[in-house]
Structure formats: structure tokens, C-alpha cells
């Protein structure tokens, strides 16, 4: 069982990245999906959120409008473009598997899974 993240990088503000978050010996489609950030000297914090629970995506209101969560599951894959990046957004970017209770959905010691984080930088 593992989750590959990758797409992280070096944007200027304003700009687009996709996150993509791929599994691998298990089938995603069955599992809620999250993505969380943790910005140096901060907590991690939940950015979004796919729940197979109940159909529904969340979204932080702090990238609200900006960012959008999808899957694939033909390719086993969960995304999350990342439009008009702030420099507040600059972290290291965790992909997360589960089954969180009701309102786990952005609780980090809910999900057993975990990518390897993939970094996310906004500078000009």
C-alpha cells in the first residue's frame, strides 16, 4: 500500500500547479482522500478533502475558489490544482488515504495512509 505525491515545485504568485497523489496495491476510488499542507513552524493543516462517506468535496476557506480537488479512477489517481498561488501557500503538500469518521474529514490521525509530501514553493 502506497501513495506517490508528486507535481510540487517553484511558482510565481498568481500561478497554477496540479498536485497529483497516485496509489498504488490498494483501489482508491473506495477511500476518502485529503490533501494537507504544512508550512515550516506551523501545524499541518487540512486543504481539502474527498469523502466517499458522502459524496461530497471540501475545500479550506483559506483556498477556497482557488483550489479544486478531482479524482481519476482509472488511473488510481487523486489531484489537486492549485490556481492563483499566494505565498501563504507555500508548504509541503501530504496526500492521505482513509475512512474518517463524519467529521474527521480534516483530521490528520484519521487517515492511515500517507504520501511522501511533495513541496510547494511561491516566490517571486
Known amino acids: 500500500v502506497q501513495l506517490q505525491a508528486s507535481g510540487g515545485g517553484l511558482v510565481q504568485p498568481g500561478g497554477s500547479l496540479r498536485l497529483s497523489c497516485a496509489a498504488s496495491?490498494?483501489?482508491?476510488?473506495?477511500?476518502?482522500v485529503a490533501w494537507f499542507r504544512q508550512a515550516p513552524g506551523k501545524e499541518r493543516e487540512g486543504v481539502s478533502c474527498?469523502?466517499?462517506?458522502?459524496?461530497?468535496?471540501y475545500i479550506a476557506d483559506s483556498v477556497k475558489g482557488r483550489f479544486t480537488i478531482s479524482r481519476d479512477n482509472a488511473k488510481n489517481t487523486v489531484y489537486l490544482q492549485m490556481n492563483s498561488l499566494k505565498p501563504e501557500d507555500t508548504a509541503v503538500y501530504y496526500c492521505?488515504?482513509?475512512?474518517?469518521?463524519?467529521?474527521?474529514?480534516?483530521?490528520?490521525?484519521?487517515?492511515?495512509?500517507w504520501g511522501q509530501g511533495t513541496e510547494v514553493t511561491v516566490s517571486s
Open positions: 474527498d469523502s466517499t462517506s458522502d459524496g461530497s468535496s
Open positions: 492521505a488515504a482513509g475512512r474518517p469518521s463524519a467529521y474527521g474529514c480534516y483530521l490528520p490521525y484519521e487517515y492511515p495512509y
Open positions: 496495491g490498494f483501489t482508491l476510488d473506495y477511500y476518502t
